[in-house]
């Protein structure tokens, strides 16, 4: 009979196996400044894109968690990304969806450090800017077969 300590087990196990790929993801995803272009100020034709370049990443990490990925683009360089793991056995799917554009970081002497550069640690990455966090991590769960 498998135990819920059994499950935590195999999930924190997956986890360790797969941590050096979620960091490595993460920093790239924060390094690509995916400013919404439509924000107040932005000269949008020199900042757009970025979003479009952080969903590619997504999708890539998507497909290789084994979803099927669908590229929705409302607006040129805007791109979104979305993944869908069927469900087994008739079971429930997921989607793997969320927005990735950030507001402009402002005066950047005004910052620690570059708002778009991760800082790794032992046991955290923390940037200004952790936006692409929610979205990549949920995906890590899922991905088994990266490990």
């Known amino acids: ?7 935590t087990r195999r999930v924190l ?9 979620m960091v490595s993801s993460l920093a ?3 390094a690509i400044p995916s400013v919404n272009p439509r924000y107040p100020g932005q000269e ?3 900042i757009v894109g970025a979003e479009g370049d952080v969903s590619a990443l997504l999708g890539d990490l998507y497909a290789e968690a084994g979803a099927e990925v669908t590229k929705v683009t409302v607006e040129r360089g805007r791109d979104n990304a979305c993944g ?13 969806n969320g927005h990735v554009d950030v507001v402009p970081p402002g005066r950047l002497d005004r910052w620690r450090g570059d ?6 640690t032992d046991d955290a990455v923390t940037a200004a800017y ?3 966090a929610a979205v990549l991590l949920r995906l890590f769960p899922s991905n088994t077969s990266a490990a």
């Open 28 to 30: 790239d995803a924060i």
């Open 44 to 46: 949008y034709d020199k």
């Open 115 to 120: 708002p778009f550069r991760a800082q790794v």
């Open 84 to 96: 869908v793991v069927s469900g087994a056995g008739g079971g429930r799917s997921l989607l793997l």
């Open 1 to 7: 009979m498998t135990t819920e300590h059994d499950v």
């Open 13 to 21: 196990e997956q986890v360790d196996l797969l941590a050096e790929r």
């Open 130 to 132: 952790d936006k692409d």
